[in-house]
């Protein structure tokens, strides 16, 4: 009976007094840990909320930047615009180089670190110093330009023989529009893209076609199928000029013509769809494009005419 009851009182005992201080023990220890979790999270939380979430100073900054950038972005397409017709007066420098003064023509070598990427500017300072980039390579070229025409406004009054030679006028006396330029282009038959070797102006029939420098007109090239009624006018130099879907021609060949001269009228003989001029200019009978011969346009018709001309169309023929 005694043993009995000291196995009851042992059993009050750690029912008692043990089982809940284990349970507290294990209570506490669970809610450090969470507690512990808690701190550790909101800590890494607190980093990555500095380092990766900007600040509201940071967002209206980085909001002014995109802004910026829009705005320069736009002034880029200009630039470029700018920078295009720079590069054609270099194109058409040394051509004029190369046959009038029988050299070739240099210009100086810039670094190629052009039109760096918008997204590397991440502050404002970034984007003005790639602004100022921009602006040293126009000025580089249009110093380059300046000095080379500069010795051209001193030769060429002395050397106008030379120049009267030099295709560079229009074959047109009206700023009539370019319908297709040089380049790949969809024939306007078969359909598929095709190397179109000249450029056409839409103009109305018997609209005068001029002779675009001093020559002797010689006899069409054989190869030529489809061309219609073509004249072809040798200006020396290897380099000749051609004007074809004639309705009607005013010189022969064997002729002596000058720059300037009437030679026949606008049509649409041969293989044509619809009433142009095509006009090509060749050096060793290689087509090139007419766009950098044409030297005696002012700047606004030349980049009108140079932004008719890049479009990818069909061509007239």
């Known amino acids: 009976m005694t043993k009995n009851k000291k196995e009851y009182h042992s059993f009050q005992w750690e029912d008692l007094y043990l089982k809940p201080y284990k349970a507290t023990k294990r209570y506490i220890t669970i809610a450090l840990g969470v507690l512990g979790t808690a701190l550790a999270l909101s800590f890494i939380f607190t980093l990555i909320a500095i380092y990766i979430f900007p600040s509201k100073k940071e967002q209206e900054e980085a909001k002014e930047l995109n802004q910026i950038i829009q705005i320069y972005k736009e002034v880029q397409e200009n630039q470029k615009q700018i920078e295009i017709l720079l590069d054609s007066i270099n194109k058409k420098n040394a051509i004029i180089y190369k046959n009038i003064f029988n050299t070739e023509f240099t210009e100086e070598i810039t670094e190629n670190v052009r039109y760096k990427k918008l997204k590397d500017a991440n502050t404002l300072q970034d984007l003005l110093d790639i602004i100022s980039d921009d602006i040293k390579i126009i000025e580089q070229k249009s110093n380059i330009q300046y000095y080379y025409y500069s010795f051209l406004f001193h030769y060429l009054p002395k050397n106008l023989e030379n120049l009267s030679k030099f295709p560079i006028r229009m074959p047109l006396d009206s700023a009539y529009k370019i319908a297709s330029g040089f380049g790949d282009r969809i024939h306007p038959i078969l359909k598929n893209k095709f190397l179109h070797t000249g450029i056409d102006f839409a103009a109305p029939v018997r609209t005068p076609v001029y002779a675009t420098a001093n020559g002797i007109v010689r006899n069409p090239d054989p190869t030529m199928f489809g061309y219609g009624e073509t004249i072809i006018i040798d200006h020396g130099n290897n380099i000749s000029s051609v004007y074809a879907h004639l309705l009607e021609k005013k010189v022969s060949t064997g002729r002596r013509v000058s720059a300037g001269e009437l030679i026949g009228y606008v049509g649409n003989t041969g293989i044509a769809f619809g009433v142009h001029l095509h ?17 005696n346009v002012d700047p606004q018709t030349y980049y009108h005419y140079y932004q008719e001309a890049k479009v990818f169309n069909q061509a007239l023929s």
């Open 279 to 295: 006009y090509e200019i060749r050096i060793k009978n290689k087509p090139v494009d007419p766009m950098l011969f044409f030297i």
